[in-house]
């Protein structure tokens, strides 16, 4: 027996076979689901048609009312699918839902500072790496770098007292963890080294996130010949595991970041029955839309938009939601699994020059780095 015949009825009678998504409410009114098609009345059939003890079977049976929106292609579908199920997280939805699906590296803004993995980025004026696709990997390859460079691991409300400090209460003061005694934290907490001496290392700990220095590396190479020196195998041998984590993470985070910000351009999609599209992506981020121009005077208003949109202030991580951090992996899957669609990109100098008005309207702050090569996800 079918389930709800009348629903069934109206998604036949009114529902076409165009991309879009739709949303399946329940009882009270309640959003229970969100999908998307390229053919929204095949797909929502389909679940008319599934054994009652499937997931499908089951929604359709728990589903009152059926309501859907056309947008222009698979692309735009995509995209609105993902943020409506982040507003709304819908029981039956999984995918978009997990919170924690990626990660942050933190580098604090403390007299102090210290690294840590964080799963949600505010403006805190911390320093945010990322987003990074495999979180539980972060613990322990942080734990090694903060060691390497005696960046402090202990809670923000252990008070600091650097040497170069003056007042009398804090000379002679004992170090407050093992790892201060045993010399792997340089002891900011009790005045074992001068803010200039820490503020080098954080500063270090940054340069390496982002690419730019070896030295953490050289560290651990030299602390590895000299165990084998020693004859201690197995203690070389855990520096070379810690030697991979570190290599491995700086890797991927110079990768990744780089591939991101390769996201910058104007992105042109044809759309449902000449419905083409141009999407304004910065950095991964879906910054516009708008149809693609075609006379004067929609071009002008098109290359103004443009020019508003790469021109102005980019997101810093210090505001970047989670929303957004899932956005920017979705972009960056859809072009990794679809690398020929980045020959449907220009940056936007390059657009401004094909369809504004003038060379003019092109600031040079305009920037855009399409690449043959596949984002990471």
Known sequence: MVPNPALKAHVM???????????????????????????????????????????????????????????????????????????????????????????????????????????????????????????????????????????????????IFFD?????????????????????????????????????RAELARRFLEGRTREPFLVLQEEMEQAARDLEYEYAGMIRDRLG?????????????????????????????GDDRLYLIRKGLVEGEMPHPRGREKRARAARRVVEVFSGPQVQPGSLTQEDASEILLVARWFRLREGELRRTSTPSKWLEEYGPSPSCAPPALTGHPSASSPSS
């Open 13 to 159: 009678q009114h529902a076409e076979d165009r991309p879009g998504v739709y949303r399946m409410v329940g009882p009270g009114d309640e959003l229970i689901y969100v999908g998307k098609s390229v053919r929204v009345r095949s797909r929502v059939l389909s679940y008319f048609r599934a054994e009652p003890g499937e997931k499908a079977g089951k929604l359709i049976r728990d589903t009152s009312r059926i309501t859907w929106e056309y947008v222009p292609n698979e692309f735009a579908a995509l995209v609105r699918e993902m943020r409506l199920i982040k507003k709304w997280r819908p029981r039956y939805n999984v995918e978009h839902k997990r919170k924690r699906s990626f990660a942050f590296i933190k580098v604090t803004r403390e007299p102090a500072p210290r690294i840590l993995p964080v799963t949600r980025v505010i403006p805190d004026g911390g320093t945010y790496f990322g987003p990074f696709p495999r979180p539980r990997f972060l613990t322990q390859t942080l734990r090694d770098l903060a060691q390497i460079l005696g960046l402090r691991d202990c809670p923000s409300t252990v008070p």
């Open 164 to 200: 170069d400090q003056l007042e009398i209460f804090q000379r002679g003061l004992p170090p407050r963890c093992l790892r201060a005694e045993t010399g792997t934290c340089l002891g900011p907490c009790f005045g074992a080294c001068s803010a200039r001496q820490y503020r080098d």
């Open 245 to 273: 984590r570190l290599e491995d993470l700086q890797r991927e985070l110079v990768a990744f970041r780089g591939r991101v910000e390769s996201l910058s351009f104007v992105y042109r999609i044809p759309g449902f029955k």
